[in-house]
């Protein structure tokens, strides 16, 4: 079975409840033709907006974080159950931003990633290297010890349940894209690595993420192994993003 392309927007720290509404409102009508997983990460205070703005579509509501444990004195921190009262169906775990500036660890992810699948909620695990290490040809090393530190607590039959997005930390917010090779490469090596695990990998979605805007998206998504995108910048405007999710065929 084709496995179905997924678009997600992440709106890391922005929009209010009031843009995120206007946002869905402008976004519904352009895709409502769409067979594709159309999916949005709101900040935590606009998931409801959305959530409720998208019942009856195609759009799924991810959120961009959440702790691994269900309660507890972890103060600032959301829980998948949280979530999952909401109506959420997904949540971004590992973004480099939250490697980059709040600390997430490979063996923290270890634990969420598992906690989210507990819980229904389908985890887009974010794995990339940065500018230095893909230079230093070390990208395949880097893909592969964050692939096998982050899903160590997942069974292989549970693997495929993992979205994956390929985001090389050069291209995110910076205008630079990676080209079609790179991104090639490095999504059909994560495929090998889960296929390695003894995972499902031929159903398994791997994204690929870094500077996606209308006019790159339809030679990117065409690549064979590379199931979707996630979307930063470009996802903060509702034709931009409705252009992505339709250059995905
Ligand atoms: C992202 O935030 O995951 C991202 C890929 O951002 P951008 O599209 O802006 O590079």
């Not at 995120?20 to 594709?36: C, G, K, M, N, Y």
């Not at 893909?134 to 395949?140: L, N, S, V």
Request: charged letters at 25%; proline letters at 5%; hydrophobic letters at 45%.
């Amino acid at each position: 079975m084709p496995r179905t392309p997924y678009i997600a927007a992440n709106w890391k720290m922005n929009k209010t409840v009031a843009e995120a509404a206007e946002f869905v409102d402008t976004l519904l009508p352009r895709i409502s033709a769409t067979q594709h997983d159309v999916v949005i990460c709101p900040p935590f205070t606009a998931l409801t907006a959305v959530v409720e703005r998208r019942y009856g579509t195609a759009v799924k509501v991810a959120a961009q974080n959440m702790h691994e444990e269900d309660s507890g004195a972890f103060t600032g921190e959301v829980s998948a159950p949280m979530l999952v009262e909401l109506d959420v169906e997904a949540v971004v775990l590992g973004h480099s931003e939250r490697r980059q500036f709040f600390g997430e660890t490979d063996e923290a992810l270890a634990r969420k990633v598992p906690a989210a699948l507990a819980h229904d909620l389908e985890p887009i695990l974010c794995v990339g290297e940065s500018e230095a290490a893909r230079d230093g040809g070390e990208t395949e090393e880097v893909l592969e010890r964050q692939l096998q530190a982050d899903l160590a607590g997942i069974e292989a039959a549970d693997l495929s349940k993992v979205v994956i997005a390929y985001e090389p930390i050069w291209a995110i917010g910076t205008g630079k894209v990676a080209t079609p090779e790179q991104a090639q490469e490095a999504c059909a090596y994560i495929r090998d690595v889960v296929r390695m695990r003894g995972g499902a990998a031929d159903d398994l979605r791997v994204l690929y993420g870094g500077s996606v805007k209308p006019g790159n998206a339809a030679e990117l998504l065409s690549l064979p192994d590379v199931d979707g995108a996630l979307v930063g910048g470009a996802a903060l405007d509702a034709e931009d993003f409705a252009a992505i999710v339709e250059a995905a065929g």
